[in-house]
C-alpha cells in the first residue's frame, strides 16, 4: 500500500477527499491545501488521469523526525533513489514548511538535492542534472515543526493544465477551480449552465467535458511515465478504458456570452482545439441584455476584477445593474459568482445565501450564491 498526497485549491480538499473516494482510494484524509489517501501504485495513474480537482499527486517515499538539515540530509541519502529513476535525467527539488524552526529553506533544498546527486554517484557514478524550468522528475519536501517527508511528484506540468486551452485572458481562471465551482454549485450534466461573462471559457470547457465523460488527463503526458516502476500496459488499460467511456458528442444546455468579441474568439478557439466547438452554445452579448435560456437553470461567473480606479467605478455601477436583471430575468435560477472584489455582496444588492471561501493560485476569492426566487429576496420570516 502506497501513501500520496493530492495537493488543490484550498477550499476544495472536502471535493477532492470525495473524488479520491470514487476512485477507489483509501485512508482518505483531508487537510489544508491537499487530501493524503493510500493505494497500490497504479492508483496514482488514475488520480492523474481522472481527477478534475487535484493539482497534483504526490507519492510519499520517506518521512522522518529532524532537528537540524543534517538529519534531512541523512533521511534523504538513505533512500534508493537508483530505484526509481535513472541519473540521466533531470530534476528539481522544491521545499514548502509550515511552523519550521529552520531558518533557510534554500538550504534545505540544496540538502536535498546534495543526497540525491551524492547517492547517485555512489551508486552509479554518475548524478541527475537540475532542471529548475523543466524538469524530468520533481522532488517536494515538506516540513512542520518536527517531521520531514519527502515526495516524488507524479504529476509534471500541474493537472490544471489539460492542454485543452490555447488561449486565455489576463488572470485566468484555474481549470481544477472551474470545476470545483461546477460541483460547489451543484451543478449537474443535463442542468441548463449559462457563463454570462465567459471571458475565455474555462466554465464552458469544464462543463462539456464533464457532460461528455472526458477525462481531463487524456492526451497529455505525466512524471510518472519516466520511472522505473511504471507499467506501461496498466496505463494504456486505463486510457482506453477512459476513452470508450465518453458520450457522444452534440448540442448541450451549456450557453457562454461575452460583451467583448476578443473574449469570445478566444473561447471559441479553445472549444474548437478541444473538439467541442458544437456542444457549447456561444453570442456576442451584454449581461445587461440577456435573457434566460431556459426556465430553470444555474449561472456560474467569473466577473473581471477592477485593479485601476477607472475599473473599480465601472464594476460599482455595474453590480446593481447585475442584481436587477438576475432578479427581473433569471427566476427560478440559482446563480454563482467567483469573485476577488468583497465590495460584491453590498453592492449587487442581492442577499447571498452561501459565501464560500476559495483561491484562484495566491488570489483569494469568494463564491456566492443567490437564490432566485419568484417574488424577491426577502428572506421567509422562520416558522414557529
Known amino acids: 500500500m502506497e501513501k500520496f498526497f493530492a495537493t488543490c485549491p484550498r477550499g476544495l480538499e472536502q471535493l477532492l477527499a470525495e473524488e479520491l473516494q470514487q476512485l477507489e482510494a483509501e485512508n482518505i484524509h483531508a487537510v489544508g491545501g491537499g487530501v493524503e489517501f493510500r493505494g497500490d501504485f497504479p492508483l496514482c495513474y488514475r488520480a492523474n488521469l481522472e481527477s478534475r480537482i487535484a493539482s497534483r499527486i504526490l507519492w510519499q517515499v520517506a518521512t522522518d523526525h529532524y532537528r537540524s538539515e543534517d538529519d534531512i540530509y541523512r533521511t534523504t541519502y538513505a533512500l534508493q533513489w537508483n530505484d526509481w529513476f535513472e541519473p540521466a535525467l533531470t530534476i528539481r527539488v522544491n521545499v514548502t514548511a509550515t511552523r519550521s524552526p529552520l531558518r533557510s529553506l534554500g538550504f534545505v533544498t540544496l540538502k536535498i538535492k ?43 506540468d500541474p493537472l490544471f493544465k489539460r492542454g485543452k486551452r490555447i488561449s486565455v485572458g489576463e488572470a485566468p481562471l ?6 470545483g465551482v461546477l460541483r460547489l454549485a451543484g451543478w449537474v450534466p443535463g442542468t441548463a449552465l449559462l457563463d454570462p461573462m465567459c471571458g475565455s471559457g474555462t466554465f464552458l470547457l469544464e462543463a462539456a467535458q464533464i457532460a461528455l465523460d472526458i477525462a481531463p488527463g487524456l492526451g497529455r503526458r505525466f512524471a510518472f511515465e519516466k520511472l522505473k516502476n511504471f507499467a506501461a500496459r496498466r496505463w494504456r488499460e486505463l486510457l482506453q478504458q477512459s476513452a470508450a467511456r465518453q458520450k457522444p458528442r452534440g448540442p448541450l444546455s451549456i450557453y457562454g456570452s461575452d460583451l467583448s468579441g476578443e473574449a469570445l474568439r478566444s473561447a471559441r478557439a479553445n472549444l474548437a482545439a478541444a473538439g467541442l466547438k458544437e456542444v457549447v452554445s456561444l453570442k456576442q452579448a451584454n449581461i445587461l441584455e440577456i435573457s ?19 475599473e ?44 464560500t471561501p476559495l483561491f484562484n493560485g495566491p488570489l483569494e476569492c469568494r463564491l456566492f450564491e443567490y437564490k432566485m426566487v419568484q417574488g424577491g429576496m426577502r428572506r421567509k420570516k422562520p416558522e414557529a
Request: with cysteine; proline share 6%; charged share 30%.
Open 114 to 156: 546534495d543526497a540525491v546527486c551524492d547517492k547517485f554517484r555512489r551508486l552509479s557514478g554518475r548524478r541527475p542534472s537540475v532542471d529548475t524550468r523543466r524538469p524530468d522528475v520533481r522532488i517536494q519536501g515538506y516540513l512542520t515543526d518536527r517531521g520531514f517527508t519527502l515526495y516524488l511528484d507524479t504529476t509534471g
Open 174 to 179: 484555474r481549470e481544477n477551480l472551474a470545476a
Open 292 to 310: 434566460a435560456p431556459a426556465k430553470e437553470g444555474i449561472i456560474v461567473t467569473n466577473p473581471p476584477y477592477g485593479v485601476r480606479l477607472g
Open 312 to 355: 473599480l467605478q465601472e464594476l460599482a455601477e455595474l453590480y446593481p445593474k447585475l442584481g436587477d436583471v438576475l432578479k427581473k430575468k433569471f427566476s427560478g435560477w440559482r446563480a454563482y459568482i467567483l469573485s476577488a472584489d468583497m465590495r460584491l455582496p453590498k453592492l449587487i444588492r442581492l442577499a447571498a445565501s452561501k459565501r
